[in-house]
């Protein structure tokens, strides 16, 4: 199975950048990287994606080495809303299971 | 709304008493899931299915039977269930099939006794 690998948890000051990364280094050309976080044990919610280039939306940003083999998530200022676990998940099209690991607990600090 | 609904939230049960756990989704969408989670074992995907009457198994799909008779309905039903089934349960659709964006529902916590 694909599989990408994260910290478990990291701490973030409220207001500051958070850098959450993560490692593909099995991604195959088509194959995308996706975000989603799980706020307590609510349903996950996407956050953002990405194949090659970098992306950006209103929630964060999403940063792609030239290589593809890892990638960093960045929440531009964090809140203790963004209190949550992060799931980077690897995706390919055509291949219809989406496996899920534990992701990063991100614990914003006040 | 856009948005996937289960039912029940919550559920206590008996082992070897069937159960049913309902997800519908008003988005039109073609792809569906089930998952489970458990601490320290992260999202695990149940079933899957493609579009109405199409259903394939996930990771841990033992114990566990789905149908999609419609294309807004996939429900996951415990035959006999057992205390290993107990879990946090999400149902999840997206217009397509991955990588295409999921919605998750809001969860249904299941214990079995």
């Known amino acids: 199975d694909a599989k990408t690998t994260q910290p478990p948890s990291m701490d973030c000051a409220e207001g500051r950048a958070a850098n959450l990364p993560c490692n593909h280094s099995?991604?195959?050309?088509?194959?995308?990287v996706y975000w989603y976080r799980q706020i307590h044990s609510q349903g996950p919610q996407y956050i953002i994606h990405g194949l090659k280039n970098n992306e950006t939306n209103e929630m964060a940003s999403l940063i792609i080495t030239e290589d593809r083999k890892s990638s960093t998530l960045i929440l531009p200022h964090a809140t203790l809303r963004d209190t949550a676990v992060y799931y980077c998940?690897?995706?390919?099209?055509?291949?219809?299971?989406?496996?899920f690991g534990i992701g990063t607990k991100l614990q914003v600090i006040p | 709304e856009a948005q996937v609904t289960q039912n029940p939230r919550y559920l206590i049960t008996v082992t070897g008493k069937k159960l049913t756990v309902t997800c519908s989704q008003n988005?039109?969408?073609?792809?569906m899931s089930w998952y489970r989670q458990d601490p320290g074992l992260g999202l695990r995907q149940i079933y899957y299915?493609?579009?109405?009457?199409?259903?394939d198994k996930g990771d841990v799909p033992e114990g566990y039977k789905v149908s999609r008779k419609e294309k807004r309905n996939f429900p996951l039903i415990l035959e006999s269930p057992s205390p290993n089934q107990t879990s946090l349960y999400f149902c999840?659709?997206?217009?397509?099939?991955?990588?295409?964006?999921?919605?998750f529902g809001p969860g249904t916590r299941l214990t079995v006794l």
């Open positions: 099995t991604i195959s050309g088509n194959e995308y």
């Open positions: 998940i690897q995706i390919s099209g055509g291949y219809q299971k989406v496996t």
């Open positions: 299915s493609m579009n109405v009457e199409v259903t």
């Open positions: 999840a659709s997206s217009l397509y099939a991955p990588p295409d964006t999921q919605y």
């Open positions: 988005m039109n969408h073609e792809y």
